[in-house]
């Protein structure tokens, strides 16, 4: 039974009408975790009315080092974010790196997420697709913002886009906004990955690192620039997460810094 009321997205269309967030931790480092963020987010969620999504990786596949910690598990994520949705209400994403994953994720979780090196794998898209379920691609560090509209042929219109910053010689990455602009003309949701755009990639002597400080500044920015959501990755102690923590905020952060956002938003739309 749901704990707190939920404020679903109309799925009729594959766009949204309020600016919506995608927040939790990198990966899925236990049950107890996940589910004492969750009920941060749907009390936020509630208080604010406004849509929530909770996401978790139970597998990160691409870690710099092969010692690097890369979840729990297929089967072990999954029935945690299905605790997390039973307890909580909140839709659920997380990421996916083959096509029977696929398949089974769908099963579990809302939105399929595409990483963002493996934004360009047809065989991958196609399986999301065929799901039914929306699917959330990290427009790939290496693409320019125009060729997204090749993989949104692969992942038809129950799709959405998120920058995540574009690399910029080693271990550096950049936000171009004006990309942004572009992403938004293809008429699909366009979401704004804040952490992961901080990120320092392999700057942190066999993993990645980042600097959080600069996240909530330049989501400020993305949202003035006409985006439809916003990515943060979040953790009670970025410090000692497991995964991402030099570039994740921490909760209380985010809890502050939502209504600042909904507010902006609100703003920003009202100039026309």
Known sequence: ?????????????????????????????SEKLCLHIAEKLARLASRHSVNIIFKASYDKANRTSISSF???????????????????????????????????????????????????????????RKTGKFINVKKGQFMAP?????????????????????????????????????????????IFDATHSVQIPGGGNGCSSGNRRLAIPLARSAVSVGVDGLFFE????????????????????FEKSVPQFIELYSNIRSWG
């Open 1 to 29: 039974m749901n704990k707190f009321p939920h404020f679903p997205f109309t799925y009729s269309t594959p766009g949204v009408t309020n600016l919506f967030f995608i927040a939790g931790p990198c990966v899925i480092e």
């Open 70 to 128: 890369r979840g729990v598990g297929k089967i072990k994520g999954l029935k945690i974010l299905e605790k997390v949705k039973t307890h909580y209400g909140l839709k659920l994403l997380t990421d996916i790196h083959s096509p029977q994953d696929a398949k089974d994720a769908a099963e579990v979780v809302d939105i399929l997420q595409i990483p963002a090196l493996l934004c360009r794998q047809t065989d991958l898209l196609l399986s999301a």
């Open 146 to 190: 125009d060729d997204m509209r090749y993989v949104l042929e692969k992942t038809g219109n129950k799709t959405w886009i998120t920058e995540r910053g574009t690399f910029f010689g080693y271990n550096r990455l950049v936000v171009d906004f004006a990309g942004i602009t572009i992403l938004k003309s293809f008429g699909f949701p366009v």
């Open 234 to 253: 979040i953790h009670p102690n970025p410090d000692s997460a497991l995964c991402d923590g030099p570039n994740s905020i921490s909760v209380s952060d």
